[in-house]
C-alpha cells in the first residue's frame, strides 16, 4: 500500500546541518519503500511569512501531513526511532 506524505523541514539558516537533517530524513524514508513522499526545506530566514503561516515557532521542526492529518516533530530530529514513528502513524489507513 502506498500513500503519499508531504513533510517540510523548517530550518534557521545553518545550511551544513539543514543539508544532513535533509539526508538523514531521506535516507530513513528511502528505508521504507512503501511510503511516497515530497521534502520541502523552508529556511525561516529567507521566507519567514511561510514559517508565519504554518506557526513554526522553534527551528528546526518538520511539519508531516497526510491528508488531513498533521504531526511535528520540534527541536532534535536525530532520533530516527521517534522519527519513523511519527511517518508510520502519519501513513493514511
Request: charge should be negative.
Amino acid at each position: 500500500m502506498s500513500s503519499d506524505l508531504t513533510l517540510e523541514l523548517f530550518v534557521a539558516g545553518a545550511p551544513v546541518q539543514s543539508a544532513l537533517t535533509r539526508e538523514r530524513i531521506n535516507a530513513l524514508l528511502d528505508r521504507m519503500p512503501t511510503i511516497r513522499y515530497r521534502l520541502d526545506v523552508i529556511d525561516v530566514l529567507e521566507s519567514p511569512q511561510l514559517a508565519d503561516l504554518a506557526h513554526i515557532l522553534v527551528t528546526p521542526t518538520l511539519v508531516i501531513r497526510a491528508g488531513d492529518s498533521e504531526r511535528r516533530l520540534v527541536g532534535d530530529l536525530s532520533d530516527l526511532t521517534r522519527l519513523q514513528l511519527l511517518i508510520t502513524e502519519a501513513e493514511p489507513g
